[in-house]
């Protein structure tokens, strides 16, 4: 009977996730949507859409950059989220990263755009242990996970 009951709640932990995050095809977005992006990014390669309530996420590559946007209803753009290399990234992070995490190593980083501004997100790399950082443009740290 517990076995029982544990897999009903994964059925319905899995079933709820499904809802919240649904793949659509382009046919399915919105043309405010879909023309707002297209416009902005002619050349967009390898395009996947999802669905998350009323707002709409895309992933999609330029130049063999991944990208993610984030689009209410309305067709405007909310979130753009872009992998950058480390020379992208501004020098006064990457001295608060030496300053705050000796001897890590920036593994991966990304820009993540927004109605409140830019942050740089890092991923950071010590001998097999990885952490998650975000940095405002000046250098300030935002948050670590």
């Known amino acids: 009977m517990k076995t029982v009951r544990i897999l009903s709640a994964i059925a319905l932990f899995l079933m709820g996730a499904s809802v919240m995050a649904q793949d659509i095809s382009s046919r399915e977005v919105p ?3 879909r023309s707002s992006f297209e416009k902005k990014y002619p050349s967009a390669q390898d395009v996947d859409w999802e669905k998350h309530g009323n707002d709409y996420q895309v992933e999609f590559e330029i130049d063999h950059r991944d990208y993610e946007n984030w689009y209410n209803p309305s067709g405007e753009l909310m979130r753009e989220e872009k992998d950058i290399s480390l020379s992208e990234v501004p020098t006064a992070i ?7 995490y000796v001897s890590y190593k920036i593994d991966d980083c990304e820009v993540h755009t927004d109605k409140q501004g830019v942050l740089y997100w890092l991923e950071l790399e010590k001998k097999g242990q990885e ?13 670590k996970r």
């Open 131 to 143: 952490i998650h950082v975000s940095y405002d443009e000046s250098g300030k740290s935002i948050n």
């Open 94 to 100: 990457k001295e608060a990263v030496q300053r705050d």
């Open 31 to 33: 043309e405010k949507i």
